[in-house]
């Protein structure tokens, strides 16, 4: 069993619906986060999470929210989608186990692909 | 801040020929650095990393060193194969922060 999860895989939806996307994972990790792919732009940090009441923005989060339901759970909601957020979307966890904390390394899920027509 | 240059693709290579994947980095401090491989339709998973200058991350017939003069983490591997077709991001992060990508590079290996 994979130990990200993301739900739905695929997606197509019309401009100005509300979206969301979940994340659920098994490996115990206390930090999640969000980020986006597009092509020839690479993975950009849309927003992420260390615990449960911690929410934090990162590089391009405008038009995007999320919510922490519990420590497995990580959503990301587009509250009134627009063409130029299609793409291919991925959740990450990490741990902070590490003696210094920049050796834990990110685990992926699968990706969602999110198409606004 | 933190960034990260890759050379950009695609890269095309025959079986068995030797690859390099630029990559180049500016960071607030002391990074870690990582290079994540994403083969067709699936997510990412790491390839390799190293943590402190002089480190040689290591994995699948690939390698890295970590140089701290030259702030690069450069991609190598001697004889690549179909199989190593794929998308490669070069990654880092300092502290507690989120990884920070490249833009990717895509490698296509012909038999």
């Known amino acids: 069993d994979a130990d990200v999860t993301q739900t739905p895989r695929n997606r197509i939806t019309k401009t100005g619906k509300r979206i969301m996307l979940e994340c659920s994972q098994t490996?115990?990790?206390?930090?999640m986060y969000w980020y986006r792919q597009d092509p020839g732009l690479g993975l950009r940090l849309i927003y992420y999470?260390?615990?449960?009441?911690?929410?934090n923005k990162g590089e391009i989060s405008d038009g995007y929210s999320v919510s922490r339901q519990a420590q497995a759970k990580f959503s990301l909601s587009l509250e009134s989608a627009i063409p130029n957020q299609t793409a291919l979307y991925f959740c990450?966890?990490?741990?902070?186990?590490?003696?210094?904390?920049?050796?834990?390394?990110?685990?992926f899920g699968p990706g969602t692909r999110l198409t606004v027509l | 801040g933190n960034s990260v240059t890759q050379m950009e693709g695609p890269v095309t290579l025959s079986e068995e020929a030797f690859l390099t994947i630029n990559c180049t980095y500016t960071?607030?401090?002391?990074?870690?650095l990582f290079w994540y491989v994403q083969y067709p339709g699936e997510g990412l998973q790491l390839l390799l990393k190293?943590?402190?200058?002089?480190d040689k991350g290591s994995n699948k017939g690939f390698e890295a060193t970590y140089r701290k003069e030259t702030t690069s983490f450069h991609l190598e591997k001697g004889s690549v194969q179909v199989s190593d077709s794929a998308v490669y991001f070069c990654?880092?992060?300092?502290?507690?922060?989120?990884?920070?990508f490249g833009k990717g590079t895509r490698l296509s290996v012909i038999a």
């Open positions: 990450a966890t990490s741990d902070a186990t590490a003696i210094v904390s920049s050796y834990n390394e990110q685990f």
């Open positions: 490996k115990g990790h206390d930090r």
């Open positions: 999470s260390f615990d449960v009441k911690d929410i």
């Open positions: 960071a607030t401090g002391y990074p870690s």
């Open positions: 190293a943590t402190k200058a002089d």
């Open positions: 990654a880092l992060r300092t502290g507690n922060t989120p990884l920070v």
